[in-house]
């Protein structure tokens, strides 16, 4: 999962960093010189004006961390038991045990919750 998220995240990084270059600041300190939260500029300016981009962007993310996905099953190995990886196992089950195949990538969402908590938390301390 950190390898596909390695080599998808930069697609939505540059995706939505255009689109903030290109949408300036103007509208924010507009709508925060107007009394507004910057939770509320965030969710009625920023997110409409980046809307698109962020669409665009985890589309293509999407796409190419399934590529990974297609490298991993390909590079992984499958010995039952030895080399067999979570996504190709999410993969393999799936044809077997659907509820498996979502219990195995419920466990996975987990762990990479797990892991970005605790690099923020890291990040936080340093």
Do not use: N
């Not at 300190?29 to 997110?47: D, E, I, W, Y």
């Not at 799936?94 to 890291?122: G, Y």
């Amino acid at each position: 999962m950190l390898a596909q998220s390695f080599v998808a995240l930069p697609f939505l990084v540059i995706s939505l960093e255009g689109a903030l270059v290109t949408a300036g600041t103007r509208y924010e300190t507009a709508a925060a010189s107007l009394g507004a939260r910057p939770s509320t500029v965030l969710r009625r300016v920023t997110l409409p004006l980046v809307w698109p981009a962020l669409a665009s962007g985890t589309v293509l993310s999407f796409a190419r961390a399934l590529g990974e996905f297609g490298a991993t099953i390909t590079f992984a190995g499958s010995l039952q038991g030895v080399t067999r990886t979570l996504p190709l196992e999410i993969y393999l089950q799936r044809e077997v045990d659907p509820d498996a195949a979502v219990a195995l990538s419920l466990v996975l969402v987990v762990v990479a919750v797990l892991v970005i908590a605790l690099t923020r938390r890291t990040r936080a301390v340093l």
